[in-house]
């Protein structure tokens, strides 16, 4: 078993968008890792943010969508 990881960047951050983009993919079957904002030196608010999440993977991961075993 491996582990892989999905990164969603989310261009509007709110509460609300954060909460959709995690339910989501948790609800796939990802596990939440962390959220990363970016902000700028003009604003504490942040400009947008990087959820990953992480999920076991078997060792033949042809079946799933967008992998192959041909690279």
Known sequence: MGL???????SIVTDETIEETVNEWVGQGWHFDGIRFVVSD???????AFVSFTREVSENVE?????????
């Open 4 to 10: 892989t990881y999905k990164f969603v960047e989310l």
């Open 42 to 48: 003009a604003s504490k608010r942040p400009q947008m």
């Open 63 to 71: 079946n799933e969508p967008g992998r192959s075993s041909t690279g």
